[in-house]
């Protein structure tokens, strides 16, 4: 139980669909991120949520767009992705951002036909 | 951009070993992180080291973050299978009122029964 639950777990998905990722925590916190695991790359953060507000945007192509209704749910909108987006998105939540430690979701493994 | 360089990238021994793996970086960090991700899962906070050469014991695990704060390591005490992952540091920067964590490269360990 890790408290930070993501859906789906597998996602397969031509390049002209568009799709949502989910994630939503129940552990009070009030930070929320968006992470890209690639099999040849660090770790890369690509969203923050800090009380629902976005305060980072670390240069990430407009085909993802990230939504934060509320402190416990985060989403990630796709549309028009390439093959080179095929990764492990990772949601991850914390007190708030910063020296908190992040609890992360077991992660979405997205593949791009 | 920040880095933080993890060696070895890949590490394979028997059970029982004894094994280090570092974290290093050019920049100052206010605290380190590491994680250990399982394959199928996100990561998992291990400890988190703020101090300049602070030490900290996890069982047989030995974390150590440098006197100079840009550099951390793991030790390994008599590796049990148990410990197989993907072994990950994160660096956090509080410089210009904007905290960011940066994750490393990774260490992906494998124990041999």
């Known amino acids: 139980e890790t408290g930070v639950t993501q859906t789906p777990r597998h996602l397969v998905m031509g390049m002209t669909n568009k799709k949502s990722l989910k994630c939503e925590q129940h552990?009070?916190?009030?930070?929320m991120y968006w992470y890209k695991q690639s099999a040849k790359k660090p770790l890369e953060l690509m969203f923050v949520?800090?009380?629902?507000?976005?305060?980072e945007n670390n240069s990430v192509p407009s085909r993802f767009s990230p939504e934060c209704p509320n402190s416990s749910h985060l989403f990630l909108h796709l549309h028009t992705l390439q093959p080179e987006d095929s990764a492990l998105y990772l949601c991850?939540?914390?007190?708030?951002?910063?020296?908190?430690?992040?609890?992360f979701g077991d992660g979405t493994r997205l593949s791009i036909l | 951009t920040q880095l933080l360089e993890q060696s070895p990238q890949f590490l394979s021994i028997q059970e029982g070993e004894n094994l280090t793996v570092y974290c290093n970086s050019s920049?100052?960090?206010?605290?380190l992180q590491w994680y250990r991700q399982e394959p199928g899962e996100g990561p998992v906070l291990l400890v988190t080291?703020?101090?300049?050469?602070e030490v900290k014991k996890l069982k047989r695990l030995t974390f150590q973050f440098g006197d100079a704060r840009k550099d951390s390591s793991l030790h390994i005490t008599a590796a049990q299978t148990g410990d197989t992952g993907l072994y990950l540091c994160?660096?956090?920067?509080?410089?210009?009122?904007?905290?960011?964590?940066?994750f490393g490269t990774g260490t992906r360990l494998t124990i041999i029964p």
């Open positions: 991850a939540s914390s007190h708030r951002q910063g020296n908190q430690p992040q609890h």
């Open positions: 552990l009070g916190h009030n930070a």
């Open positions: 949520y800090n009380f629902k507000e976005q305060t």
């Open positions: 920049s100052v960090f206010s605290s």
């Open positions: 080291v703020v101090t300049g050469g």
């Open positions: 994160a660096g956090l920067d509080t410089n210009f009122g904007n905290e960011k964590l940066t």
